[in-house]
């Protein structure tokens, strides 16, 4: 059965990017500044990205569309239909969830951003969390947590470092 895998880099203070959203800061110790990080592994495990669409435009804005021959989905409020990249989409993530487990296909790529986590923490929707930390102490920005009231237990799959980076792998 496909997974939903969250796949994302973290501060070490637990932060997915600075207020504005930036995240400049995803350089490691700079000593292999184009280093994989074992992301082409992952990608190739995917075939369907789920995004919000702050992370679409923030991605969007950075020049050509990066997962191009993959199934996407952006949540909004702000409109519904589909572009040549993604499909815009209010529907209830558990009922998003539900219809694409029941499709053949890879797995699922959580990308973010924090809102869109939230809700799938939530709704007990995300199978394993793939979290990179980087090398950085951020201080303030936004959180990958915004609900510090909820407890999910993970079980460590993988532990991984590279470019100053440490790769946790949980399953729940």
Do not use: C
Request: no cysteine.
């Amino acid at each position: 059965m496909r997974k939903v895998i969250l796949y994302i880099a973290i501060s070490i203070d637990g932060y997915i990017a600075r207020k504005n959203g930036d995240v400049d800061w995803l350089e490691g110790d700079g000593s292999a500044p184009q280093a994989d990080n074992g992301y082409e592994a992952f990608y190739s495990q995917i075939d369907t990205i789920i995004m919000g669409n702050s992370t679409y435009k923030q991605i969007k804005g950075w020049g050509e569309y990066p997962y191009k021959g993959t199934k996407g989905y952006v949540y909004t409020t702000q409109r519904e239909g589909a572009n040549e990249d993604v499909t815009f989409t209010s529907q209830k993530p558990v009922e998003l969830i539900s219809q694409l487990k029941q499709e053949e296909g890879k797995d699922i790529w959580l990308v973010g951003g924090a809102e869109i986590i939230d809700a799938f923490i939530k709704d007990n929707l995300i199978d394993e969390y793939i979290l990179t930390i980087a090398p950085v102490i951020l201080g303030e920005g936004i959180p990958l947590f915004k609900d510090k009231n909820l407890e999910t237990r993970l079980k460590l799959k993988e532990m991984r470092s590279f470019d100053g980076f440490v790769q946790n792998h949980y399953s729940v």
